[in-house]
Nanobody, 123 residues
């Protein structure tokens, strides 16, 4: 069964940076979309950034200009560079993968999910 394993979360002060990684070694089919999602306590899971295997990407408005998503297709590995973090970015961050193209920020369309990594930003 495919597994996605996130790493890189932690605690940081406002204005700081973190880099999340997501390894997906168990995925044997071609993965089209990979994405980062987050969920804060009491809130719905929201799309943060998504990237297609062709390099096309999309970001939530709240992170544009601060976060950068990238992927290594050969390794099925996904990254999220997060800069200028604010307390509003505090959440559990999940990576996900799906074989179909399009709508890479829509959580309901994803087949595989990681367990999540916590990001906490203090003011």
């Amino acid at each position: 069964q495919a597994q996605l394993v996130e790493s890189g979360g932690g605690s940081v002060q406002a204005g700081g940076s973190l880099r999340l990684s997501c390894a997906a070694p168990g995925l044997t089919y071609k993965v089209y979309c990979m994405g980062w999602f987050r969920q804060a306590p009491g809130k719905e899971r929201e799309g943060v950034a998504g990237i297609g295997s062709d390099g096309s990407y999309s970001y939530a408005d709240s992170v544009k200009g601060r976060f950068t998503i990238s992927r290594d297709n050969a390794k099925n590995t996904l990254y999220l560079q997060m800069n200028s973090l604010s307390p509003d970015d505090t959440a559990m961050y999940y990576c996900a993968a799906k074989p179909r193209a399009g709508l890479c920020l829509r959580a309901s369309l994803y087949n595989y999910w990681g367990q999540g990594t916590q990001v906490t930003v203090s003011s």
